[in-house]
């Protein structure tokens, strides 16, 4: 259908949970005399942007225009978090800071290549009324001076996508016709209505439904995606089910899995952020939901192959 991928000129505004993910490599050698845990003696550590800003991160590798949209505490990790998004090239103009937040961050420690644990640090409280007001009215401002060409939300149930902060986006791009897909997480499931592509994970699809669904069996995502649609009301869905692939249920009805190629995985970390900008932009572009669903896998597989959260290149989807 299309010569070649892109997706130059595209103004893809992303709204949801940005976060700091903070790696600590090193290696196991001995036990703690202190308890029976390892010690891992760090060699070398990374920051990268994490949720939201992974997806910008994506879209502006893919080689079209991020906006972000997101409210992050005024703290350290903050600091850390606008300085990243500078060096990046990704513009923070619309990433808010207020001092009542907790910027997340997570910190993986790994041992070679196996992780040995993550904390995190952060905050998981809705916005509050003043702060989930600042949020509309600076998405209004960027509706106002702005080509939006498609919304992505990307929700990690951190707090800025709150049910009614939800329903305010979705209200003004159905009103300025802009596109809108959705990567969800639990709390806010059943909120997502009517969108053009919405992509949960085999997890958030079988917890929403509230039984577990065969990642093998056609039929039973079949009629799984029926039972979501009659709630959710979604144009198109893609579930994504691992090594497994893609489920797809298309606005006409049509459904399939795309297979996937079983990888050894050595981080699926950040797999989700460029399933969804992969499919975003190639949704934007008219193509064909398996075709779609063939570069997400992919994507998918390639940023699984690298440790850590990385983003993917236009070339390495090629």
Known sequence: MHSKLDFSGLNVLIIGDVMVD???????????????????????????????ANVALNIQELGANPI???????????????????ESGVRSTHVLQHKGRVT???????????????????????????????????????????????IIMQDYNKGVLTKYFIKQVLLLATKNGIPVTVDPKERNFFDYQNVDLFK???????????YRINPKSYESLKSG???????????N????????????FTKDGNSFIVPGKQIKAADVSGAGDTVISIASL???????????????????????KKVGVTPITLKELK
Do not use: W
């Open 104 to 150: 997340t961050l997570k910190t993986r420690v790994f041992d070679e290549d196996k992780q040995v644990v993550r904390f995190d640090e952060e905050d998981v409280e809705d916005l509050e009324d003043s702060q989930e007001n600042l949020m509309i009215k600076e998405f209004r401002k960027i509706l106002a001076n702005e080509k939006i060409d498609m």
């Open 225 to 235: 995606a029926e039972e979501l649609r009659r709630k959710n009301r979604f144009k």
């Open 22 to 52: 903070f790696y600590l490599f090193g290696e196991v050698n001995r036990i703690s005399p202190e308890a029976p845990v390892p010690v891992v003696e760090i060699l070398t550590k990374e920051s990268r942007l994490g949720g939201a």
């Open 282 to 304: 190639a949704f934007l572009q008219k193509y064909t939901m398996k075709e779609i669903a063939q570069f997400a896998n992919k994507g998918a597989a390639a940023v699984c």
């Open 68 to 86: 972000l949209l997101s409210m992050i505490g005024r703290d350290a990790t903050g600091a850390m978090f606008m300085g990243m998004l500078k």
């Open 200 to 210: 949960p994970n085999l997890r958030e699809f079988s917890e929403a439904i509230g």
């Open 237 to 248: 869905l893609m579930v994504t089910l691992g090594g497994n692939g893609i489920f797809c």
